[in-house]
């Protein structure tokens, strides 16, 4: 399994709080992407990184923000948190683009619950 | 908006039998890959196919892909309880770096 670690694994926050959620990779990919799953919507990209430091926006970016400082970790931050970003975060990453052929690699998940 | 559309959205099958979803997108692709998602997990990569190719294998898992219908479809064969699982089809849109995931076919195998 490729060694990717998300963390928290769960996490029941309240409206309004600020929230991060972390991303760690062992395996030295160059790209790292947050989605979010959520029923009926399939996964949306949040955010994704090309590179240190290199980070843009998907489809779904509104209300969050992104930071890599270290090539193996990738952070996702919700700054005031709301009810709508209740959802399943995935972590994923890849050594090449998807548009050049490249297999994500995910890690578990992260539940966010927003009261 | 979404990239890829699977269908049927839920299937239930008997063990033994053969399960085809299909995958529809919307617009030129440079590939197609399928992914697969055991119940609260992360998900996996099963299989991918480029544009300039029309069908391809690999285990009991058999892709082909339309690019003139736009649509690609996932059959496995011989299936077994082990299969029960949710299939995602995920495309790149040409230009595009990143992959975009339909909303999931769930499979379940009965056995």
């Known amino acids: 399994d490729a060694g990717i670690t998300q963390s928290p694994r769960h996490k029941v926050t309240e409206t309004g709080t600020p929230v991060t959620l972390r991303c760690h990779q062992t395996?030295?990919?160059?790209?790292m992407y947050w989605y979010r799953q959520d029923p009926g919507h399939g996964l949306r990209l949040i955010h994704y990184?090309?590179?240190?430091?290199?980070?843009d926006k998907g489809e779904v970016s509104d209300g969050y923000s992104v930071s890599r400082s270290k090539t193996e970790d990738f952070l996702l931050t919700l700054e005031s948190a709301t009810s709508s970003q209740t959802s399943v975060y995935f972590c994923?990453?890849?050594?090449?683009?998807?548009?050049?052929?490249?297999?994500?690699?995910f890690g578990e998940g992260s539940r966010l619950t927003v009261l | 908006s979404q990239q890829g559309e699977e269908d049927p959205q839920a299937l239930s099958i008997q063990e033994g039998e053969n399960a085809t979803m299909n995958c529809s997108y919307k617009?030129?692709?440079?590939?197609l890959q399928w992914y697969r998602q055991n119940s609260g997990r992360g998900l996996v990569h099963l299989i991918l196919?480029?544009?300039?190719?029309r069908e391809k294998h690999s285990g009991r898992l058999r892709v082909t892909l339309d690019t003139s219908k736009k649509s690609s479809s996932l059959l496995i064969t011989a299936s077994r309880a082990a299969d029960t699982a949710s299939y995602f089809c995920?495309?790149?849109?040409?230009?595009?770096?990143?992959?975009?995931f339909g909303t999931g076919t769930r499979l379940t195998v009965i056995p």
């Open positions: 995920a495309t790149d849109a040409t230009g595009a770096n990143n992959l975009f």
């Open positions: 994923a990453i890849s050594d090449a683009t998807g548009g050049s052929g490249g297999e994500l690699f």
């Open positions: 990184s090309y590179g240190v430091k290199d980070t």
């Open positions: 395996e030295n990919h160059r790209y």
């Open positions: 617009t030129s692709i440079n590939n």
């Open positions: 196919i480029r544009s300039n190719e």
